[in-house]
């Protein structure tokens, strides 16, 4: 999959708009306790012993060779079921998907991302609750590498359900050098008040610290983290928060721009944040002109053969007393409810999720794994896994009634003003978000 920079905080609503899902065809029938889940274990009792094809939509072509060798193992192990694959580009699977539906050609299994399930829960209904195959195999539901992992895909009270599987995970990350960490005798931080003096060390030797880009608002999503770490710390993420719906004119929001600004002024970011992209800002760290990018977990393993240095990652810390927060996200995959198949999609689901494919793609291609206590041999890997497995799991999720995609290009532009003006004031800036968000929200209303 191109990797968009994917910094999807589940408290921000400044995210990237991402096209989701995609299509196939309806399935087709042919004459003829805790541990890891085992591939052995996938196979569910109710499962037809008939031969049947699961028409199997996804995206990834860089991965082809990878996924075709988990369907030929998957077919070796259940001879009953044949595995039809379809790839489709990443920015086009959600408008296929939703054509193949209102087509009635939908496929048995489709790729989706965990938390962006809505419109194939909400608008079409055509996403199978899962809650039931996994309550009849706790040790499949248990096996996830948080417990709220699987509660993203839930869209709504009015279908509080389980739509969607995960398979690798996608969260936000800090990439670091290690070896100018080790240089300039600097440890991960544990906090953010440790963030900010590994900011100050490297600044005060010409190293940029975390580069980041403001055109391609990488600064308005780590303001809104920052933001939402406010929240949760005072213990004001509820009610509206929930919803979506909190004021962009409280102090949670207003403390984080004057942070994010404080920032950027010391030339934390570097010098040229707002004329340099994605690409100029993971160049700043394979030149090793910066010491840190904010970025996403999936790009590590794009970064690091074209660099000499090793790199690592950690999570993004917290303020003192609080515990890291990793929202998590994952690129994942659905049952379509229109399959005549669901036992044996939930056959493949759990394939798919099983120790041993998880690990032949954790190690193939540094995908990383869903699952708690697997142990991939990658170090950078392994200690992000570990880091997520302690961190906060019961971070409130919010769930949204508008597009938060559309919304996030204004207050982006509203929070570039802030940051560019010297004599711009957060509270004159937060009122103009505040409106856009308002109408965003009643907008989605009418």
């Known amino acids: 999959m191109k990797k968009m920079a994917k910094f999807w905080g589940v408290w921000s609503i400044c995210v990237a708009l991402i096209l989701m899902l995609a299509a196939c065809g309806s399935g087709n029938k042919e004459s003829g306790t805790n541990e890891l889940p085992d591939a052995s274990k996938a196979s569910p009792s109710g499962g037809s ?11 990834w072509p860089e991965y082809e060779d990878k996924m075709n060798e988990t369907i030929k193992n998957f077919e070796a192990a259940n001879p009953n079921i044949k595995i039809k694959p379809e790839i489709v580009p990443w920015d086009k699977v959600i408008e296929v998907l939703q054509t193949k539906v209102a087509s009635k050609q939908e496929p048995d299994i489709s790729f989706g991302w965990t938390h962006w399930m809505a419109p194939f829960v ?45 398979f690798k995970l996608s969260f936000q990350v800090v990439i670091y050098n290690k070896k100018i960490f080790q240089d300039n005798q600097l440890q991960i931080p ?17 190293i940029i610290p975390l580069a980041a880009s403001g055109k391609d ?4 999503i780590l303001k809104d983290s920052l933001a ?13 928060w929930l919803k979506g719906e909190e004021s962009y004119s409280s102090p ?24 340099v992209g994605g690409d100029e800002v993971s ?3 394979l030149s090793k002109k910066a010491a840190m990018v904010l970025g996403n977990n999936n790009q590590i393993s794009a970064l690091q053969p074209q660099i000499d240095d090793e790199l690592g990652a950690f999570l993004f810390p917290a303020q003192e007393g609080m515990k890291a927060q990793a929202p998590l996200t994952a690129d994942g995959f659905f049952v379509l409810k229109a399959s005549k198949y669901p036992e044996e999609s939930v056959t493949f689901l759990k394939y798919l999720t099983s120790k041993e494919n998880q690990k032949l793609w954790a190690e193939s291609t540094q995908a990383m ?34 597009n938060p995609g559309e919304l996030a290009k204004l207050l982006q532009a509203s929070f570039a003003e802030y940051l560019l003006k010297s004599d711009a004031k957060a509270e004159k800036i937060a009122e103009k978000m505040e409106k856009d968000h308002r109408n965003a929200i009643n907008s989605a209303k009418q």
Do not use: C, H
């Not at 012993?49 to 995206?59: A, G, M, N, P, R």
């Not at 403390?255 to 944040?273: C, H, P, V």
């Not at 997520?388 to 949204?400: E, G, N, R």
């Open 49 to 59: 012993t008939e031969q049947v094809t699961l028409k199997f939509l996804y995206i």
């Open 122 to 166: 909400n608008e079409v209904d055509a996403a199978l609750p899962l809650d039931k195959y996994l309550n009849e195999d706790e040790a499949w539901k248990n096996s996830f590498v948080r417990n709220d992992l699987l509660a993203t895909s839930i869209v709504s009270p009015e279908k509080p359900y389980i739509s969607n599987i995960p």
């Open 190 to 206: 544990q906090t953010l008040e440790q963030f900010e003096s590994v900011m100050s060390a490297l600044s005060s030797k010409n």
């Open 217 to 220: 608002g990488g600064l308005s």
């Open 228 to 240: 939402g770490m406010n929240f949760l710390r005072n213990g004001t993420a509820t009610g509206d």
């Open 252 to 275: 949670e929001y207003i403390q984080a721009m004057e942070l994010t600004k404080k920032w950027f002024n010391q030339g934390y970011f570097g010098k040229d944040s707002f004329a």
């Open 283 to 285: 160049n700043l760290l």
């Open 369 to 402: 794994p869903v699952l708690k206590e697997l142990k991939t041999g990658n170090e950078t890997l392994d200690t992000l896994i570990d880091q997520v497995a302690s961190s906060a799991s019961d971070y409130p999720k919010q769930q949204l009634s508008y």
